[in-house]
Every structure is written in structure tokens, then in C-alpha cells.
T-cell receptor
Framework: AQKVTQAQTEISVVEKEDVTLDCVYE???????LFWYKQPPSGELVFLIR????DEQNEISGRYSWNFQKSTSSFNFTITASQVVDSAVYFC?????????????WGLGTSLAVNP | NAGVTQTPKFRILKIGQSMTLQCAQD?????MYWYRQDPGMGLKLIYY???????DKGEVPNGYNVSRSTTEDFPLRLELAAPSQTSVYFC????????????FGSGTRLTVV
């Protein structure tokens, strides 16, 4: 069975702090994709990153970075020097690439509050 | 603009009423999905479709129906609305092929009273 676990329900930080959001996944497939989405208070889903199972390189995009480790089935997300605008719910999701398994399986999300 | 279009954005239904949530995409994607998001929760899959004429149940299909007569459209039908169906509904699509990306609509906020 496939599953995504985001153990942190809520995180509160002060602006400029670094924060890491954890994501642990389960799948028996060898080919899969991992995603992070941001959901701001306005409610839309904002795509942040996609990573396939064959690419374990870490990625950095501005203040955002992602650490993908297949050995621990984790795909963690770090925000450096957090800002108030980063306040949102962040979702990690898993997808396979096979026919009727090609659907996103979501974690429950981590609500991040960045306080001034 | 290319993408996934959901209508309406907001709706209030009375218990027992019916309605259809519309979803259309203009990217020629084969895969389409309906998710619901309850307050403070992640998204759960209601139904999905791998192509025109083919639909299948997700995790929480009870109380809903779908059809996929064209590649572009994937409407979600609520026949007898219940308070438990109060939620935000997201439609999404994905292309076939090796690369896996998803495009989401902006959501429909439904309240059943």
C-alpha cells in the first residue's frame, strides 16, 4: 500500500528562522514521484516541486530546499530564513506512473505559521 | 488560459438537493481526478478517470457519481446532498506518458445545510 506521513501537524516559528517540514512515504513501486504543494489561506494549491524516484539529487530554489533520501523513504522540505508570506499548509504527496495507480496520495499536511 | 477550470467557486445546498460540479481542462490530458478536502485535512480521492468513457472509484466515492464522455470534461454529481459532503472540492488533470505532472483547478467550496 502507498502512504504519506507528515508527522508535524503544526509548526510555529519566528521570522528569519529556518524550518524543516518532514515527509515520509511508503510504496513498493520502484518508479514513483514525490511532490510538495503549498496551500495558502486563500485555498489554492501551489505546486512547489516534483522529484522522481531515480533522481536523489537535492534541490535548492531560492530559500527553499528539498532533501530526498530513498534509504529512509523521506523527502523533507526546508525553508531558510522564513518569512510571514511562507505561512501556509504544506502538503507532501506521492504518485506512481502506472495506469490506474497514477493518482496523488496525500499527507495530512503541516500548517506553518511564521510570526513577525 | 490553459488549465483546469472548475465551476462554481462557491455553492450552498440544502440537504437532499442535487448538483453537478463542473470540471474542464484544455490540455488534452487523459487523466482526471476529483478530490475533496475537509477542514484541516489532506485531500482524499473521490473518483478518477484514465480516459474518456473510463472512470473508477477512489477512497471516498459514496454519495457521488461521475461521467467522462469527453476528454475535456469530468463533472462530479451529488445526488442527495448531506452535511457530510460539506467540503472543498478540487479537480485535477494529468497527462499520460512518462512524465507525471498534475494541474489543479482553483476549487469549489460547497456547504450543505
Amino acid at each position: 500500500a502507498q502512504k504519506v506521513t507528515q508527522a508535524q501537524t503544526e509548526i510555529s516559528v519566528v521570522e528569519k528562522e529556518d524550518v524543516t517540514l518532514d515527509c515520509v512515504y511508503e510504496t513498493r513501486d520502484t518508479t514513483y514521484y514525490l511532490f510538495w504543494y503549498k496551500q495558502p489561506p486563500s485555498g489554492e494549491l501551489v505546486f512547489l516541486i516534483r522529484r522522481n524516484s531515480f533522481d536523489e539529487q537535492n534541490e535548492i530554489s531560492g530559500r527553499y530546499s528539498w532533501n530526498f533520501q530513498k534509504s529512509t523513504s523521506s523527502f523533507n522540505f526546508t525553508i531558510t530564513a522564513s518569512q510571514v508570506v511562507d505561512s501556509a499548509v504544506y502538503f507532501c504527496a506521492l504518485s506512481m506512473n502506472a495506469g490506474n495507480n497514477r493518482k496523488l496520495i496525500w499527507g495530512l499536511g503541516t500548517s506553518l505559521a511564521v510570526n513577525p | 488560459n490553459a488549465g483546469v477550470t472548475q465551476t462554481p467557486k462557491f455553492r450552498i445546498l440544502k440537504i437532499g438537493q442535487s448538483m453537478t460540479l463542473q470540471c474542464a481542462q484544455d490540455m488534452n490530458h487523459n487523466y482526471m481526478y476529483w478530490y475533496r478536502q475537509d477542514p484541516g485535512m489532506g485531500l482524499k480521492l473521490i473518483y478518477y478517470s484514465v480516459g474518456a468513457g473510463i472512470t473508477d472509484k477512489g477512497e471516498v466515492p459514496n454519495g457521488y457519481n461521475v461521467s467522462r464522455s469527453t476528454t475535456e470534461d469530468f463533472p462530479l454529481r451529488l445526488e442527495l446532498a448531506a452535511p457530510s459532503q460539506t467540503s472543498v472540492y478540487f479537480c485535477a488533470s494529468s497527462q499520460s506518458g512518462r512524465e507525471v505532472y498534475y494541474t489543479f483547478g482553483s476549487g469549489t467550496r460547497l456547504t450543505v445545510v
